[in-house]
C-alpha cells in the first residue's frame, strides 16, 4: 500500500508563545477555512475535535502528544476522509 509523508513549514509574523497559545488548545476555529470546531473530552480522557469545514465535510481528531516546553503535538485523523486508513500529523 502507498504510503506519503508531507511536510508544511510556514513563517508566521508572530511570536512563538503567542502562536502556541492558540495552538495548544486544540481549537480550529482561527482557520479560515472551518466553519465550525467543538472541542471535548471523550470516554477516555483524550482531548478530541470534531470540526466541520466550509464546504459541510465533518472530520474529527484525536489530540495523541503534546509538549509545551517544546511546543509540539500530535493528532490522529479518527472520522472525515473516506478510504484513509492512518493520517498522523
Known amino acids: 500500500m502507498p504510503q506519503h509523508r508531507v511536510q508544511c513549514h510556514r513563517q508566521i509574523p508572530r511570536k512563538a508563545a503567542e502562536v502556541w497559545q492558540v495552538l495548544a488548545g486544540f481549537d480550529l476555529g482561527w482557520h479560515p477555512g472551518i466553519a465550525q470546531c467543538d472541542v471535548f ?4 480522557g483524550a ?3 470534531r470540526f466541520k469545514d466550509v464546504s459541510g465535510q465533518v472530520y474529527e481528531e484525536q489530540r495523541s502528544y503534546i509538549s509545551h516546553s517544546d511546543r509540539v503535538l500530535g493528532y490522529e485523523l479518527l472520522d472525515g476522509i ?8
Open 47 to 49: 482531548l478530541l475535535r
Open 82 to 89: 473516506d478510504g484513509l486508513l492512518r493520517y498522523c500529523a
Open 41 to 44: 473530552r471523550g470516554p477516555s
